[in-house]
């Protein structure tokens, strides 16, 4: 892997454009969400799941696309240090590009930083409304910390959007039983 300031250098003197879907790719977007609606059960489900994510990991810029590669480098390597300085250099570089916070977040959890991870998925999901991957992050963390309605809450805005997330809807069922009650 190249130094740090090697990266550093390439994002500052390659200027990325704000990190904005296209138009091509926000329809392209609108169209696997409507087939995402209409899967079937969530082995259908997962390819269309697969390339929404992969979407929103495109930054449109090629020195984030480099900065985010170095940091998933890094995280590879076991070097958490690096790793988050890269995320916070994109978090500048492009305060608009929703898939650095949610590295940031990732980062942050590991790290057992949980404050700043929920902070970081509010983030994600405040640039990418349709985020479901960050707000079933968020959720499962609410959970974590005993706000349950909240995680309810999210968990359900997750199933709008994705109606086959496995983990959103075990967790919907399990969570509407101890949060509203079991209906006689």
Known sequence: MRPLWTALFFALTLAPAMAQPSKVLGAQLDRWFADLAKAESAEDAKPI???IE???????SASLD????????????GDSKTAATLAVTVNKLSPDFAEGWRLRAL??????????????????VSLNPRHFPAMADLAGMLEDYGDK??????YRKVL??????????D???ALTREVEGQGI
């Open 49 to 51: 799941e697969d390339k």
């Open 149 to 154: 309605k909240a995680a309810l809450t999210l």
């Open 107 to 124: 980062l942050d959890a590991a790290a057992g930083n949980d404050s700043a991870a929920m902070i970081a998925l509010q983030k994600v």
């Open 54 to 60: 992969a979407a929103f990991r495109q930054s449109g």
């Open 160 to 169: 709008t959007l994705d109606p086959r997330h496995e983990a959103a809807v």
């Open 66 to 77: 480099l900065l985010m590669a170095r940091a998933k480098e890094a995280v590879a390597g």
């Open 171 to 173: 967790r919907v069922r």
